[in-house]
């Protein structure tokens, strides 16, 4: 495949042009290849999974957490070896932030809605737009007839989807019938969730100023973990290109 026609189909894809975001959805590390055989898919863009990257022999890396944010303006130290690894080794990175967490196929938040609908066998709910972050709406909210029990969503849910179980149920509901997705770190939106009355919300992490918050508020969270909620996009993201292109996949991703 063409690096450059493929590059521009998945920032079509995600519509990248419509997200005001700190990083910087695009190829951010080109090579001297202009074709791409194989493609590695992980969360974060580091040292230890370019090495990993390197042993697969990639061609192109696709990460959700790349190197450069609006932060990040020099190649030096951390920085400077990152970008080293992959110039030296001929691997390209592009990464995909926001657009990945708001795609309508290939993203993290539908992924979190299907599996719970699936798992809880939900035939009736009604599903809307969540989460408005930077003028775009990025996550999901749900709201079904059957009650769910609170202590099904650690001991069903999170284990068959391998989410971190730390939930604080302010709210002191024992059943629910209302749930909010917004993977990562989406803390600032406890309080969307407690407008629009969801009996929990579901996102990544927080601190703990930002917990007591959402006491003070009275919002039951599930703090699923960043990585947890979003190490699906890049997933989906490659089969998708897998089966449209006939691309080779490999998973090279590692937590800590």
Request: charged share 25%; net charge negative.
């Amino acid at each position: 495949m063409n690096k450059k026609e493929l590059i521009n189909y998945i920032n079509n894809l995600l519509k990248i042009e419509d997200f005001s975001d700190s990083s910087k959805n695009w190829l951010q590390i080109d090579n001297r290849k202009e074709e791409i055989k194989k493609i590695g898919y992980a969360v974060d863009a580091t040292t230890y999974i370019f090495e990993k990257a390197v042993k697969e022999n990639v061609d192109l890396l696709l990460v959700h957490h790349g190197i450069f944010w609006w932060f990040e303006q020099v190649l030096v130290d951390i920085p400077y070896k990152r970008a080293q690894i992959m110039i030296e080794n001929n691997i390209a990175l592009a990464w995909y932030h926001l657009p990945l967490d708001a795609h309508e196929i290939v993203w993290n938040n539908i992924w979190l809605l299907e599996n719970f609908v699936n798992i809880f066998n939900i035939k009736n709910y009604e599903k809307e737009r969540f989460a408005i972050y930077k003028w775009q709406e990025i996550g999901f909210g749900i709201r079904f007839e059957n009650e769910i029990d609170i202590n099904d969503i650690l001991n069903i849910y999170c284990e068959k989807v391998d989410l971190q179980k730390n939930l604080y149920n302010f709210w002191n509901k024992k059943k629910i019938k209302s749930v909010a997705f917004c993977s990562g770190w989406a803390w600032d939106l406890v309080q969307e969730a407690k407008n629009k009355n969801y009996d929990l919300y579901i996102t990544g992490e927080a601190a703990h100023f930002q917990i007591t918050f959402a006491k003070e508020l009275w919002q039951s969270i599930l703090l699923a973990w960043h990585y947890e909620t979003e190490k699906i996009g890049p997933k989906l993201l490659a089969e998708h290109l897998k089966e449209k292109f006939g691309l080779e996949i490999i998973y090279i991703d590692e937590k800590y």
